[in-house]
């Protein structure tokens, strides 16, 4: 065989490993500010070290397997440029483009606020429109900054960085299945608790915790003598 085709056979051996995908490859040394890895290509590739936390850096070893993005097969210098960085985000939006299809809750924290609702993160930062936070709006939103709580992704665009999340179809799905149950139970002539959450010239709004009835007051008062606060129970 002559040397064109050594070569050609050489270069081959190399095709798989395209720039913009993640291999795994093996820690070969640990060096001041950077990590060497093998990923089977005809150069190492180095990561700077300030892609890992301290932590991390400590429990590095050698032989070690790491997941990295290919960013360059060759610089200007022909060196093999990896990103341990980038390869942990690729994979953040892996999982979480598989949660949305699988329709699978995430938690989120909520970061801070902004126009039309919260900025959350759920690995990435995502938004949370003002609509889909509670079933009833809510007066305090700044009240809820640093805390967390479950979501759901109801639209995802890895491409333009773009995730949506609802606490509120978590809520509904949580509501209706306290409404099926609580329907199921019920029996007419039952006594059950309530609260009066309003009253009109006419009727009363009952919360019977997983849905409100509507109370005719004149029934009210011919059934039973009773005084009804707002707030009370019947």
Same mark, same amino acid.
């Given at each position: 065989?002559?040397?064109?085709?050594?070569?050609?056979?050489?270069?081959?051996?190399?095709?798989? $490993?395209? &720039?913009?995908? @993640?291999?795994? =490859?093996?820690?070969? #040394?640990?060096? !001041? +500010?950077?990590?060497? /890895? *093998? %990923?089977?290509?005809?150069?190492?590739?180095?990561?700077?070290?300030?892609?890992?936390?301290?932590?991390?850096?400590?429990?590095?070893?050698?032989?070690?397997?790491?997941?990295?993005?290919?960013?360059?097969?060759?610089?200007?210098?022909?060196?093999?440029?990896?990103?341990?960085?980038?390869?942990?985000?690729?994979?953040?939006?892996?999982?979480?483009?598989?949660? $949305?299809? &699988?329709?699978? @809750?995430?938690? =989120?924290?909520?970061? #801070?606020?902004? !126009? +039309?609702?919260?900025? /959350? *993160? %759920?690995?990435?930062?995502?938004?949370?429109?003002?609509?889909?936070?509670?079933?009833?709006?809510?007066?305090?939103?700044?009240?809820?900054?640093?805390?967390?709580?479950?979501?759901?992704?109801?639209?995802?665009?890895?491409?333009?960085?773009?995730?949506?999340?609802?606490?509120?179809?978590?809520?509904?799905?949580?509501?209706?299945?306290?409404?099926?149950?609580?329907?199921?139970?019920?029996?007419?002539?039952?006594?059950?608790?309530?609260?009066?959450?309003?009253?009109?010239?006419? /009727?009363?709004?009952?919360?019977?915790?997983?849905?409100?009835?509507?109370?005719?007051?004149?029934?009210?008062?011919?059934?039973?003598?009773?005084?009804?606060?707002?707030?009370?129970?019947?």
């Amino acid at each position: 065989m002559d040397r064109s085709a050594l070569a050609a056979l050489y270069e081959e051996t190399f095709r798989n $490993f395209e &720039e913009g995908t @993640i291999i795994e =490859g093996r820690i070969v #040394s640990l060096g !001041k +500010g950077r990590v060497v /890895v *093998d %990923i089977g290509y005809k150069s190492e590739g180095i990561i700077p070290a300030e892609q890992f936390s301290g932590e991390e850096l400590q429990s590095l070893k050698v032989n070690d397997r790491l997941a990295v993005y290919i960013e360059e097969r060759e610089d200007s210098e022909g060196n093999l440029i990896l990103s341990k960085e980038k390869a942990d985000k690729m994979k953040v939006w892996e999982d979480l483009e598989k949660a $949305f299809n &699988e329709e699978r @809750i995430v938690d =989120g924290k909520i970061l #801070s606020r902004i !126009k +039309g609702g919260m900025m /959350v *993160d %759920i690995g990435v930062k995502a938004f949370l429109p003002g609509s889909q936070i509670d079933l009833h709006p809510i007066r305090d939103l700044d009240g809820l900054v640093g805390k967390s709580f479950p979501l759901k992704i109801i639209k995802i665009n890895h491409r333009r960085g773009n995730v949506v999340v609802s606490r509120r179809v978590l809520l509904e799905e949580s509501r209706d299945k306290r409404r099926q149950t609580t329907l199921s139970n019920l029996k007419e002539g039952q006594l059950v608790p309530g609260i009066v959450k309003n009253i009109t010239e006419y /009727v009363a709004f009952i919360d019977l915790g997983a849905f409100n009835n509507v109370l005719m007051l004149g029934i009210a008062i011919t059934k039973a003598l009773l005084v009804i606060l707002l707030g009370g129970h019947p």
